[in-house]
């Protein structure tokens, strides 16, 4: 079992820039393959990035590469979000989770997860 608790949510400038966190409690993190979902109202949730176990692997939603960077600090147990020239469409409330399956390529695709924080609203607006 971890919990997951997201922070760093908030509203900024068309452009800007934004770095989420995730900190998880519980089991070793480090035994967890990490990722980034999204949703903004009335659509669904959808994924953004994905990190595996020791941080070899990362894969990122078309919409966000090259704007967007995944990492992680195991010794922190603590997983980030940066964001960069933010749009007014990434506008959502961002979720972590955390899956117990292990991935490395284009497999971290397809993941599935397993524990789910509570959420952080970003907002990106003029």
């Known amino acids: 079992q971890v919990q997951l608790a997201e922070s760093g949510g908030g509203l900024v400038q068309p452009g800007g820039s934004l770095r989420l966190s995730c900190v998880a409690s519980?089991?070793?993190?480090?035994?967890?393959?990490m990722g980034w979902f999204r949703q903004a109202p009335g659509k669904e949730r959808e994924f953004v990035t994905v990190i595996n176990l020791n941080g070899g692997s990362t894969r990122y939603a078309d919409s966000v590469k090259g704007r967007f960077t995944i990492s992680r600090d195991n010794a922190k147990n603590t997983v980030y979000l940066q964001m960069n020239s933010l749009k007014p469409e990434d506008t959502a409330v961002y979720y972590c989770?955390?899956?117990?399956?292990?991935?490395?390529?284009?497999?971290?695709?397809?993941?599935?997860?397993?524990?789910w924080g509570q959420g952080t609203q970003v907002t990106v607006s003029s």
């Open positions: 989770a955390a899956s117990n399956s292990v991935c490395s390529g284009s497999a971290c695709y397809r993941v599935r997860y397993d524990y």
């Open positions: 519980g089991r070793t993190f480090s035994s967890y393959t």
